[in-house]
Protein backbone atom coordinates (compact mmCIF):
# COMPACT_ATOMS: atom_id res chain seq x y z
CA UNK A 1 0.00 0.00 0.00
CA UNK A 2 1.83 3.45 -0.69
CA UNK A 3 2.74 5.54 1.99
CA UNK A 4 0.19 8.54 2.16
CA UNK A 5 0.94 11.49 3.85
CA UNK A 6 -0.75 15.30 5.59
CA UNK A 7 1.06 18.17 3.59
CA UNK A 8 0.60 21.48 4.82
CA UNK A 9 3.23 25.25 4.48
CA UNK A 10 2.56 28.41 6.17
CA UNK A 11 2.04 31.24 3.95
CA UNK A 12 5.58 32.36 3.23
CA UNK A 13 6.24 29.16 2.13
CA UNK A 14 4.10 29.57 -0.86
CA UNK A 15 3.97 33.03 -1.41
CA UNK A 16 6.71 33.41 -4.32
CA UNK A 17 7.76 30.84 -7.35
CA UNK A 18 11.38 29.92 -5.33
CA UNK A 19 9.18 29.47 -2.25
CA UNK A 20 10.24 26.22 0.22
CA UNK A 21 7.15 24.08 -0.68
CA UNK A 22 7.92 24.32 -4.39
CA UNK A 23 11.58 23.98 -3.63
CA UNK A 24 10.75 20.87 -2.01
CA UNK A 25 8.59 19.72 -4.93
CA UNK A 26 11.41 20.54 -7.72
CA UNK A 27 13.89 18.50 -5.74
CA UNK A 28 11.20 15.58 -5.26
CA UNK A 29 8.68 15.33 -8.00
CA UNK A 30 10.20 12.36 -9.18
CA UNK A 31 10.72 10.68 -5.81
CA UNK A 32 7.09 11.50 -5.01
CA UNK A 33 6.00 9.49 -8.13
CA UNK A 34 8.40 6.81 -8.16
CA UNK A 35 6.98 5.95 -4.69
CA UNK A 36 3.20 6.84 -5.31
CA UNK A 37 3.06 9.27 -2.52
CA UNK A 38 -0.23 10.05 -1.43
CA UNK A 39 -0.05 13.61 -0.62
CA UNK A 40 -3.29 14.63 1.79
CA UNK A 41 -2.82 18.65 0.90
CA UNK A 42 -4.86 21.15 3.43
CA UNK A 43 -6.58 23.88 0.92
CA UNK A 44 -4.41 26.64 0.54
CA UNK A 45 -1.61 24.16 -0.04
CA UNK A 46 -3.24 23.29 -2.39
CA UNK A 47 -4.30 25.46 -4.54
CA UNK A 48 -0.76 26.71 -4.49
CA UNK A 49 0.86 23.90 -5.95
CA UNK A 50 -2.16 23.66 -8.66
CA UNK A 51 -1.90 27.29 -9.42
CA UNK A 52 1.79 26.70 -9.88
CA UNK A 53 1.22 23.94 -12.45
CA UNK A 54 3.39 21.42 -10.34
CA UNK A 55 2.40 17.73 -9.48
CA UNK A 56 0.24 17.79 -13.09
CA UNK A 57 -1.45 15.27 -13.18
CA UNK A 58 -1.15 13.41 -9.93
CA UNK A 59 -3.59 11.26 -8.20
CA UNK A 60 -1.45 11.34 -5.60
CA UNK A 61 -2.74 14.63 -4.55
CA UNK A 62 -6.29 15.04 -2.65
CA UNK A 63 -7.73 18.43 -1.31
CA UNK A 64 -8.54 18.68 2.24
CA UNK A 65 -10.57 21.79 3.16
CA UNK A 66 -8.63 24.96 4.48
CA UNK A 67 -7.16 25.29 7.78
CA UNK A 68 -10.12 27.91 9.14
CA UNK A 69 -12.49 25.31 8.04
CA UNK A 70 -10.52 22.59 9.34
CA UNK A 71 -8.20 21.01 7.30
CA UNK A 72 -5.26 20.38 9.43
CA UNK A 73 -7.42 18.90 12.16
CA UNK A 74 -8.74 16.25 10.05
CA UNK A 75 -4.89 15.76 9.10
CA UNK A 76 -4.37 15.34 13.01
CA UNK A 77 -7.05 12.93 13.17
CA UNK A 78 -5.68 10.47 10.34
CA UNK A 79 -2.83 10.55 12.01
CA UNK A 80 -4.27 8.86 14.68
CA UNK A 81 -6.36 6.87 12.28
CA UNK A 82 -10.30 7.37 11.08
CA UNK A 83 -12.55 5.00 10.04
CA UNK A 84 -12.96 4.73 6.35
CA UNK A 85 -10.97 3.99 3.43
CA UNK A 86 -7.79 5.98 3.08
CA UNK A 87 -8.11 7.82 6.29
CA UNK A 88 -5.50 6.80 8.07
CA UNK A 89 -1.71 8.77 7.12
CA UNK A 90 1.74 7.98 7.91
CA UNK A 91 3.11 11.32 8.92
CA UNK A 92 2.88 15.03 8.12
CA UNK A 93 4.91 17.12 6.75
CA UNK A 94 4.15 20.94 7.54
CA UNK A 95 6.71 23.39 5.86
CA UNK A 96 6.38 26.00 9.38
CA UNK A 97 6.80 29.82 9.16
CA UNK A 98 8.22 30.20 13.47
CA UNK A 99 6.96 33.33 13.05
CA UNK A 100 3.85 32.64 11.50
CA UNK A 101 0.56 32.78 14.39
CA UNK A 102 -1.09 29.57 12.91
CA UNK A 103 2.25 27.37 13.64
CA UNK A 104 1.36 27.62 17.21
CA UNK A 105 -2.76 26.67 16.97
CA UNK A 106 -3.78 24.29 19.09
CA UNK A 107 -3.76 21.79 15.69
CA UNK A 108 -0.21 22.53 14.69
CA UNK A 109 1.00 21.73 17.90
CA UNK A 110 -1.19 18.52 17.81
CA UNK A 111 0.16 17.43 14.29
CA UNK A 112 3.16 16.99 16.07
CA UNK A 113 1.72 15.81 18.66
CA UNK A 114 0.46 12.71 17.15
CA UNK A 115 3.33 12.28 15.21
CA UNK A 116 5.05 11.90 17.86
CA UNK A 117 2.95 9.76 19.94
CA UNK A 118 1.99 7.06 16.70
CA UNK A 119 6.17 6.79 15.73
CA UNK A 120 4.99 8.74 12.10
CA UNK A 121 7.58 11.24 10.82
CA UNK A 122 6.74 15.08 11.48
CA UNK A 123 8.52 17.23 8.90
CA UNK A 124 8.41 20.50 9.34
CA UNK A 125 11.84 21.52 7.33
CA UNK A 126 12.70 21.23 3.55
CA UNK A 127 15.31 19.55 4.43
CA UNK A 128 13.83 17.21 6.11
CA UNK A 129 11.19 16.44 4.03
CA UNK A 130 14.01 16.21 0.93
CA UNK A 131 15.74 13.70 3.37
CA UNK A 132 12.71 11.46 4.30
CA UNK A 133 11.83 10.97 0.62
CA UNK A 134 15.72 10.37 -0.42
CA UNK A 135 15.13 7.06 3.10
CA UNK A 136 11.46 5.93 1.69
CA UNK A 137 12.96 5.75 -2.53
CA UNK A 138 16.31 3.79 -0.53
CA UNK A 139 14.44 1.78 1.33
CA UNK A 140 12.20 1.07 -2.15
CA UNK A 141 15.10 -0.47 -3.82
CA UNK A 142 14.96 2.84 -5.66
CA UNK A 143 19.10 3.94 -7.01
CA UNK A 144 20.32 7.39 -4.99
CA UNK A 145 19.43 10.33 -5.71
CA UNK A 146 22.42 12.18 -6.29
CA UNK A 147 20.86 15.49 -5.73
CA UNK A 148 20.28 13.95 -2.36
CA UNK A 149 23.86 13.46 -1.35
CA UNK A 150 24.60 16.47 0.65
CA UNK A 151 22.19 15.22 3.71
CA UNK A 152 25.06 12.21 3.52
CA UNK A 153 28.08 13.82 3.88
CA UNK A 154 28.19 12.84 7.68
CA UNK A 155 32.32 13.91 8.01
CA UNK A 156 31.19 17.34 7.00
CA UNK A 157 28.21 17.56 9.46
CA UNK A 158 27.28 17.90 13.56
CA UNK A 159 24.70 15.80 14.38
CA UNK A 160 22.80 16.60 17.58
CA UNK A 161 21.34 13.83 20.30
CA UNK A 162 18.81 14.97 22.68
CA UNK A 163 16.42 13.00 24.55
CA UNK A 164 13.86 13.75 27.49
CA UNK A 165 14.38 12.05 30.74
CA UNK A 166 12.26 8.92 29.62
CA UNK A 167 13.72 8.99 26.35
CA UNK A 168 17.24 8.71 27.38
CA UNK A 169 17.59 4.77 27.85
CA UNK A 170 16.04 4.75 24.75
CA UNK A 171 18.60 7.32 23.04
CA UNK A 172 21.28 5.23 24.71
CA UNK A 173 20.08 1.98 22.83
CA UNK A 174 19.72 3.56 19.44
CA UNK A 175 23.23 5.06 20.17
CA UNK A 176 24.64 1.88 20.86
CA UNK A 177 22.71 -0.21 17.78
CA UNK A 178 24.15 2.76 15.45
CA UNK A 179 27.00 3.45 16.70
CA UNK A 180 29.57 3.00 13.65
CA UNK A 181 27.12 4.87 11.08
CA UNK A 182 26.79 7.62 14.03
CA UNK A 183 30.14 7.85 14.56
CA UNK A 184 31.21 8.91 11.12
CA UNK A 185 29.94 12.21 11.74
CA UNK A 186 32.74 15.10 12.06
CA UNK A 187 31.11 16.33 15.25
CA UNK A 188 28.13 15.06 17.66
CA UNK A 189 26.85 17.52 20.09
CA UNK A 190 24.14 16.96 22.88
CA UNK A 191 22.60 18.20 26.56
CA UNK A 192 23.54 17.20 30.17
CA UNK A 193 22.98 14.14 31.41
CA UNK A 194 22.26 12.70 27.57
CA UNK A 195 25.94 13.72 26.62
CA UNK A 196 27.11 12.22 29.58
CA UNK A 197 25.89 8.64 29.53
CA UNK A 198 26.38 8.85 25.41
CA UNK A 199 29.75 9.30 26.00
CA UNK A 200 30.34 6.52 28.65
CA UNK A 201 28.59 4.22 26.36
CA UNK A 202 31.06 5.21 23.63
CA UNK A 203 34.39 4.71 25.88
CA UNK A 204 32.72 1.07 26.66
CA UNK A 205 32.86 0.43 22.98
CA UNK A 206 36.20 1.44 22.58
CA UNK A 207 36.41 5.08 21.66
CA UNK A 208 39.07 6.81 23.11
CA UNK A 209 38.78 7.88 26.86
CA UNK A 210 40.96 11.17 26.21
CA UNK A 211 38.23 12.30 23.48
CA UNK A 212 34.57 12.85 24.12
CA UNK A 213 32.22 11.15 21.64
CA UNK A 214 29.65 13.95 21.89
CA UNK A 215 30.52 17.63 22.94
CA UNK A 216 28.37 18.18 25.94
CA UNK A 217 26.52 21.36 26.55
CA UNK A 218 24.00 22.57 29.41
CA UNK A 219 20.90 20.46 30.88
CA UNK A 220 17.96 21.19 28.87
CA UNK A 221 16.56 23.15 32.13
CA UNK A 222 19.78 25.29 32.01
CA UNK A 223 19.57 26.44 28.91
CA UNK A 224 21.20 23.09 26.92
CA UNK A 225 18.49 23.65 24.19
CA UNK A 226 19.00 26.79 23.36
CA UNK A 227 23.09 26.37 23.05
CA UNK A 228 22.21 23.98 20.41
CA UNK A 229 19.59 26.31 18.59
CA UNK A 230 22.96 28.71 18.06
CA UNK A 231 24.29 25.98 16.51
CA UNK A 232 21.72 25.47 14.53
CA UNK A 233 20.85 29.36 13.41
CA UNK A 234 24.79 29.26 12.38
CA UNK A 235 24.51 26.53 10.31
CA UNK A 236 27.01 24.44 12.60
CA UNK A 237 24.31 21.75 12.89
CA UNK A 238 22.75 19.86 9.78
CA UNK A 239 21.10 16.49 12.15
CA UNK A 240 18.80 16.90 14.84
CA UNK A 241 17.91 13.66 16.76
CA UNK A 242 15.53 14.84 19.41
CA UNK A 243 13.76 12.01 21.30
CA UNK A 244 10.70 13.76 22.97
CA UNK A 245 8.08 12.62 25.70
CA UNK A 246 4.81 14.17 24.40
CA UNK A 247 3.32 12.80 27.89
CA UNK A 248 5.30 15.09 30.21
CA UNK A 249 4.99 18.92 30.99
CA UNK A 250 8.09 20.35 31.22
CA UNK A 251 9.25 23.37 33.01
CA UNK A 252 11.53 24.04 30.35
CA UNK A 253 9.32 24.17 27.44
CA UNK A 254 10.24 27.53 25.97
CA UNK A 255 14.00 26.25 25.46
CA UNK A 256 12.02 23.17 23.39
CA UNK A 257 10.42 24.79 21.06
CA UNK A 258 13.10 27.75 21.22
CA UNK A 259 15.16 25.24 19.63
CA UNK A 260 12.25 23.82 17.32
CA UNK A 261 12.13 27.36 15.67
CA UNK A 262 15.71 27.06 15.14
CA UNK A 263 15.44 24.34 13.03
CA UNK A 264 12.19 25.95 10.94
CA UNK A 265 14.04 29.10 10.60
CA UNK A 266 16.61 27.65 8.34
CA UNK A 267 14.60 25.01 6.61
CA UNK A 268 16.59 24.22 4.04
CA UNK A 269 19.89 23.58 6.14
CA UNK A 270 18.30 21.35 9.18
CA UNK A 271 17.01 17.56 9.15
CA UNK A 272 14.69 17.01 12.39
CA UNK A 273 13.86 13.65 13.45
CA UNK A 274 11.76 13.58 16.49
CA UNK A 275 10.77 9.89 16.95
CA UNK A 276 12.97 6.87 17.58
CA UNK A 277 11.42 4.53 14.58
CA UNK A 278 12.10 7.08 11.98
CA UNK A 279 15.60 7.72 13.48
CA UNK A 280 16.19 4.20 12.93
CA UNK A 281 14.81 3.65 9.55
CA UNK A 282 16.51 6.53 8.70
CA UNK A 283 20.18 4.57 9.98
CA UNK A 284 18.78 1.88 8.22
CA UNK A 285 19.07 3.49 4.89
CA UNK A 286 21.54 5.46 5.03
CA UNK A 287 23.44 1.99 5.03
CA UNK A 288 22.11 0.58 2.35
CA UNK A 289 22.51 3.72 0.41
CA UNK A 290 26.47 3.58 1.28
Not at 232 to 258: G, M, Y
Request: glycine fraction near 8%; charge should be neutral.
Amino acid sequence: MPIRLGLAANRIHHQTEDAALFGWLRACESGIRELQLGLHAVGRTFDAIQAAGMLASYRGLRRYPYGREGGLMKLVAEVVGVEGDERTIDGAIYLTDPVDPSSIFPEAVALKRQCVIHGKPFLSTVASARDWIEMERIHAGLPRDAGAQRFHDYAQQTLALIAHDALKPTMLDFAARNFELLSRFGRRVGTGTTGQRLNEMAWSRGWPEDRPWVDRYNSGPLGGDAQIADLVLERRCQRVIFFEDPHVARQHEADIQLLERAVTTVTHDTVCTTSPAVAQRWCDAALMRR
